[in-house]
């Protein structure tokens, strides 16, 4: 009988013994490695290609386009890598004559950007010589077509028109030029994608409203901006072309 209760005993320490074993086994399981934390995005790349008159073309000796680009570098942080950039503008050139340039602004779109933008600002000389308001517009409208189709990639900025006064400038001058950008807005406005973003200049109080042209603190003439106007417009072009950058990695 002795030795019964020994056995049995025994074995019901075993158990117990056993079963401590389990549960201490389970309390010292180590905790899973938390997820690797995600690989930062890489900068950006991207080319900022240039179409349109004087007013980027460097005329008077004042580069808008250097310092577009220090104020994209400026907005764009880290987020934005390498950036490159190509001016095609010409003093003196109407919209179709940039029509004409389209076989050279796309090619070059450089593929190995991560996004290409085409910056276009014109409408003011072409109203100047002669045309109508819905032509300034449709020729800039056309010049967005032909590159979309060459490039469907391509992200294109269009800038709006400011006012001019030279001795010999068009009675329908201003007139047409509001109703282009009026145009120009609602294009934005409807969600087209003919161009992607709108660097409104024309609605900075110090450049845009017609009679500003005549203030020498930023328009070196009646026409052009000087180094104190182009400081101004950088920013309002930087802050759309950044936009499209970010948007269209």
């Not at 109080?205 to 182009?230: C, F, M, S, W």
């Amino acid at each position: 009988m002795s030795i019964k209760i020994t056995t049995r005993s025994f074995l019901f320490a075993l158990s117990l013994s056993l079963l401590g074993c389990s549960s201490s086994g389970s309390d010292t399981d180590p905790e899973p490695a938390p997820a690797p934390a995600p690989a930062p995005a890489a900068p950006i790349t991207y080319k900022i290609t240039y179409a349109g008159n004087s007013l980027l073309s460097g005329y008077l000796g004042f580069v808008i386009d250097t310092k577009i680009m220090a104020e994209v570098k400026s907005q764009g942080g880290a987020a934005l890598g390498a950036g490159t950039s190509e001016n095609f503008a010409v003093a003196n050139y109407v919209t179709p004559q940039v029509l004409d340039q389209m076989p050279k602004i796309n090619a070059a779109f450089d593929p190995t950007k991560d996004v290409n933008v085409l910056v276009l600002w014109e409408g003011t000389n072409h109203i100047y010589y002669g045309a109508t308001a819905k032509q300034a517009e449709e020729s800039l409208l056309e010049v967005c077509r032909r590159a979309r189709a060459a490039h469907p990639e391509w992200k294109i900025v269009m800038g709006t028109l400011l006012p001019r006064s030279e001795d010999d400038y068009p009675a329908t001058q201003e007139r047409d030029r509001l109703a282009v950008n009026v145009a120009l807005r609602a294009v934005k406005a409807s969600g087209n994608t003919l161009f992607h973003e709108l660097a409104d200049v024309a609605q900075d109080p110090r450049i845009g409203p017609g009679g500003t042209e005549k203030d020498k603190t930023y328009y070196a003439d009646l026409v052009h901006l000087n180094d104190a106007g182009q400081a101004v417009v950088a920013p309002i072009f930087a802050k759309s072309i950044v936009a499209v950058i970010k948007a269209g990695k």
